[in-house]
């Protein structure tokens, strides 16, 4: 982590501004502050990541949710500069695909003590799905007690879950 390997967060800052990444100093001071947590929770279980894992999901209820979202990814033109001497640019809409694997306690909530397994694609909803799919079965799944798969009313999504549940095997009551 940069911020932990120079003298001042300003000198990080500078560092990541020379390799494009414009952040201020205050979501820098959160990044490192969210990431020496986790390396704190890493270490009081023996050095465990307590990720989600196989043995998590015997007898636990999981959810499973996935979503849809825009991004712009800015390419500069080669063209004139404008007025004020900055780079024309021109930017593209792409739509990633994301997913969140966790696990629930008895109360709904999302259990702290289990990192979520968080991924995404730019590939689009099948490769979002292939990606579900092969993380479901890595976890096997099926010794989950419940299974929620939560997300909103896009055709894409609701089409191919059900396609999903089939193939891991999964029966309707373990189905939410």
């Not at 004139?80 to 809409?93: E, H, M, Q, S, V």
């Not at 702290?112 to 991924?119: G, K, V, Y």
Request: proline share 2%.
């Amino acid at each position: 982590m940069v911020g932990a390997a120079l003298c001042s967060l300003e000198e990080a800052q500078q560092m990541l501004q020379g390799r494009n990444c414009e952040l201020n100093i205050k979501t820098i001071r959160n990044i490192i502050k969210r990431y020496a947590i986790r390396a704190r929770l890493s270490q009081e279980h023996d050095g465990d990541a307590l990720f989600l894992d196989a043995q998590d999901v015997a007898g636990r209820r999981i959810v499973v949710s996935t979503d849809g979202g825009r991004v712009r990814i800015r390419k500069n033109k080669r063209s004139r500069k404008t007025k004020k001497g900055r780079n024309r640019y021109r930017t593209d809409w792409r739509e990633p695909k994301l997913l969140i694997i966790y696990v629930v306690d008895e109360q709904g909530r999302m259990d702290r003590q289990i990192n979520p397994f968080i991924d995404g694609t730019l590939g689009g909803p099948d490769a979002v799905f292939g990606l579900l799919k092969y993380y479901l079965k890595r976890l096997n799944i099926i010794l989950a007690d419940k299974l929620l798969f939560d997300a909103d009313g896009a055709l894409w999504i609701w089409e191919r879950a059900k396609q999903l549940m089939h193939d891991l095997g999964l029966c309707a009551d373990q189905i939410l």
